[in-house]
């Protein structure tokens, strides 16, 4: 079944250092794609998605495109601060799951 | 307005029993579906349902089970529980199955922690 696969936290990172969280996916079809960000004590919040191949979602300052010939969808952000520091998630829509997702990548940020 | 709302947040139960969990999803959203987040599996699809038909199952064995309301709010229901069972479940809401794109995306709950003892 489709999958995707992020790579392995954690990520520590000082304040204004540049981010990037790998993501690839296997999937039929070119699914949407999706960054979740998990705050402590939180539920997810969806921080951006793209619903297309050379698509870019951004924000709060984050990136990530859609690449398809790299199954692809890597999150970056040009200088993080303490308060990014959470677990991103990717994620797609994938058969019947409304959802299916990576393993999460815990980032912490360090003033 | 109101996102959505999950109660309890936090539960302690004995190995045995049985608990349920509520979601209020946002307001005008029909579909809701259930996650299940541990730290060794992550975060597994459990159901989903939409205008109280449950229109998708995750792979969790029968003593997983939901339900849906007319008003949309969800319950799902553990029986017996094992310690495995410890997680943190999460609901999220969508107006999939709305006339939305499919891409549309779903608004998450803050979870009920579940601990089992």
């Known amino acids: 079944g489709d999958s995707v696969t992020q790579m392995e936290g954690p990520v520590t990172l000082s304040e204004e250092a540049f981010l990037t969280i790998n993501c690839t996916y296997t999937?039929?079809?070119?699914?949407?794609l999706f960054w979740y960000v998990q705050y402590p004590g939180e539920g997810l919040q969806l921080l951006l998605k793209a619903t297309k191949a050379d698509d870019k979602g951004s924000n709060k300052g984050f990136e990530a495109t859609y690449r398809k010939e790299t199954t692809s969808f890597h999150l970056e952000k040009g200088s993080v601060q303490v308060s990014d520091s959470a677990v991103y998630f990717c994620a797609l829509p994938s058969g019947n799951t409304p959802l299916v997702f990576g393993k999460g990548t815990r980032l912490s940020v360090i003033a | 307005k109101a996102g959505v709302t999950q109660t309890p947040r936090y539960l302690i139960k004995t190995r045995g029993q049985q608990v349920t969990l509520s979601c209020s999803p946002i307001?005008?959203?029909?579909?809701v579906s259930w996650y299940q987040q541990t730290p060794g599996q992550g975060l597994q699809f459990l159901f989903e349902y939409f205008s109280e038909t449950q229109r998708n199952k995750g792979n969790f064995p029968g003593r997983f089970s939901g339900r849906q309301f007319s008003n949309s709010r969800s319950e799902m229901n553990v029986s017996t529980l094992e310690l495995g069972d410890s997680a943190l479940y999460l609901c999220?809401?969508?107006?999939?199955?709305?006339?939305?794109?499919?891409?549309?995306?779903?608004?998450f709950g803050s979870g009920t922690r579940l601990t089992v003892v």
């Open positions: 999220a809401s969508s107006l999939k199955g709305q006339g939305v794109p499919a891409n549309y995306g779903y608004t």
């Open positions: 307001s005008g959203h029909r579909s």
């Open positions: 999937a039929t079809g070119y699914p949407s």
